[in-house]
């Protein structure tokens, strides 16, 4: 069971990225999926999360307008997209994923209690 995150890099101001979150040794499609970011000295933050049906996503403020997250289903990959990129982007960027159950766990997202993380990617953003 494995998610790797890659697309990270070193982009100037404005520019724009776009993070894979890949899954292996199970099915993405089962899960919500989040993205969280630390940079040096801060605590980790949740970014942005997508469920399982992509039918509900959510952004953290910082992000909103900027940043696009979508799942494809059929190879087991998440994305975010990421636009405008600002100095204050600059982070290590984690995807995890959290199988939640009950009624209507196709359409919740969240940002605590995931079951698998993945390695982080590096984002840089100069000025």
């Known amino acids: 069971v494995q998610l790797q995150a890659s697309g990270g890099g070193l982009v100037q101001a404005g520019g724009s990225l776009r993070l894979s979150c890949a899954a292996s040794?199970?099915?993405?499609?089962?899960?919500?999926i989040a993205w969280f970011r630390q940079a040096p000295g801060k605590e980790r933050e949740g970014v942005s999360c997508i469920s399982s049906s992509a039918a509900t996503t959510n952004y953290v403020g910082s992000v909103k307008g900027r940043f696009t997250i979508s799942r494809d289903n059929a190879k087991n990959t998440v994305y975010l997209q990421m636009n405008s990129l600002k100095p204050e982007d600059t982070a290590v960027y984690y995807c995890?994923?959290?199988?939640?159950?009950?009624?209507?766990?196709?359409?919740?997202?969240?940002?605590?209690?995931?079951?698998?993380w993945g390695e982080g990617t590096q984002v840089t953003v100069s000025s």
């Open positions: 040794g199970f099915t993405l499609g089962y899960y919500a």
């Open positions: 995890a994923a959290v199988r939640i159950t009950g009624r209507g766990s196709t359409t919740i997202c969240r940002y605590n209690g995931m079951d698998y």
